[in-house]
């Protein structure tokens, strides 16, 4: 078994495919490896199949009609992308690496004909396509706070909730996955605002940073700054 097909299968996606279909998949799929910065898609491209996410991490992003870019998610291995696409026909977001990465790209065909095939992999994109749902919602909640701590705060306890104390580091302890002007692009703010906005979290003893890497020292403390205001 070579380690592309073991780290697909170890993974949460093919844990809950199951080694069946993963061995499907893997046989229709094409391995594509890219640099940091490549464009892999872009906003209203025919959608002529999927991305399976295998190693690195790809930004979905969008941009407003003045230029101004919205991060709508950073895909880490391994994540299917562009799955909601195979069905309206274009992509609905533009796609670049934001490290080397690997993917494995499924033509709609091949997409198509493994859902009749293996009823578990149609489950599988069906529930990829709500989370998605569910992200956008969340997205659009947090570009609405009005307030720029309270996008960060609840920024900061989701990546925590998700990664955080990895490799059994101090529980406290995150890296952020993106630089702080990308990170202020996605919370819909400007880079000083995010730099004055980490810097009174750490006057106020609730957050330390340096560099990437934040320690909640205040979880509660944070929590509550996440919360819309009352009334």
């Known amino acids: 078994m070579s380690e592309f097909v073991r780290e697909v299968l170890e993974s949460p996606v093919g844990a809950n495919l199951g080694e069946e279909v993963c061995h499907d998949l893997l046989a229709v799929g094409v391995e594509h490896s890219y640099p940091k910065g490549t464009l892999i ?3 209203g491209d025919e959608a002529t199949g999927m991305y399976l996410v295998v190693r690195g991490c790809v930004k ?3 941009y407003t009609a ?4 919205v991060i709508l998610h ?7 992308i562009a799955e909601a696409a195979i069905f309206l026909g274009t992509f609905p977001a533009t796609a670049v690496t934001q490290e080397e990465t690997t993917v494995l790209f499924i033509h709609r065909d091949h ?17 990829s396509m709500a989370r998605w749902m569910t992200r956008l919602v969340d997205k659009i909640d947090q570009l ?10 609840r920024y900061l306890l989701e990546q925590h909730r998700e990664k955080g104390g990895a490799a059994g580091e101090d529980p406290r302890k995150l890296r952020l996955p993106m630089k702080k002007g990308e990170l202020a692009a996605m919370l819909n703010m400007n880079q000083a605002t995010l730099s004055r906005t980490l810097r009174r979290l750490q006057d106020d ?27």
């Open 205 to 231: 003893k609730i957050l330390a940073v340096s560099g990437r890497n934040v320690t909640l020292l205040n979880p509660e403390a944070l929590r509550r700054l996440s919360l819309p205001p009352l009334g």
């Open 111 to 127: 997409v198509f004909a493994l859902m009749e095939r293996h009823p578990a992999f149609l489950r599988r994109v069906f529930e």
């Open 144 to 153: 609405t706070l009005n307030d720029a701590t309270a996008r960060l705060a």
């Open 66 to 69: 003045g230029g101004r870019e």
């Open 41 to 43: 898609f872009q906003e």
């Open 74 to 80: 950073l895909a880490e291995a391994v994540f299917l």
């Open 60 to 62: 979905l992003t969008r």
